[in-house]
C-alpha cells in the first residue's frame, strides 16, 4: 500500500487579497459548498441562493470583514469570482481572473499565450544538418 504526502505539503494554500492597505484571507470552499458549486457551475443546476446569499456562504467570515471595511462591490464580485475560479480551474486561472477582472479579450490573450508552442518547442527536432541546394 502507498502512502501519499500529506495534502498541505504541496495544497496551494490560501488565497489572500489586498485592497487599500488590508489583506482578505479567502476560507478554503467547504465540501458543502463545493458539491453546491460543482453542481451549478459544472451541471448547470439552477442556484438555490441569490448571489446575495451566495457569496457570503462561500466567503464566509472574510464576507463579514469586507461588509464592515466598506470595500466595494466591484472588489467584492471579483474575489468571489477568483475564489470560485481557484476552486474550479485552480490557482494559475484564478490569477488571471484576479488581475482581468473576467474580460473576456484578456482571458482569451491568456489562454492563446498559454497554448502557443514557445521557441524551444517550435525548433526543429531534426538531427541532420542543412544542406544546400544549387
Known sequence: MTELREFTDFAAGPLIFPYNGR????PEVSITMGLRL?????????PD???????????????????A???????ASRV??????DFQFGREYATVMWETGGDPKALAEYLRRKSAP???????NSTGGAKKTR
Open 118 to 124: 514557445n521557441r524551444a518547442s517550435r525548433r526543429s
Open 80 to 85: 468571489a469570482a477568483t475564489v470560485m475560479a
Open 23 to 26: 489583506t482578505y484571507t479567502a
Open 38 to 46: 460543482n453542481g451549478i457551475l459544472n451541471e448547470g443546476e439552477s
Open 49 to 67: 441562493l441569490s448571489t446575495a446569499e451566495l457569496w457570503p456562504e462561500l466567503l464566509g467570515s472574510m464576507w463579514d470583514e469586507m461588509v
Open 69 to 75: 471595511d466598506g470595500v466595494p462591490m466591484v472588489f
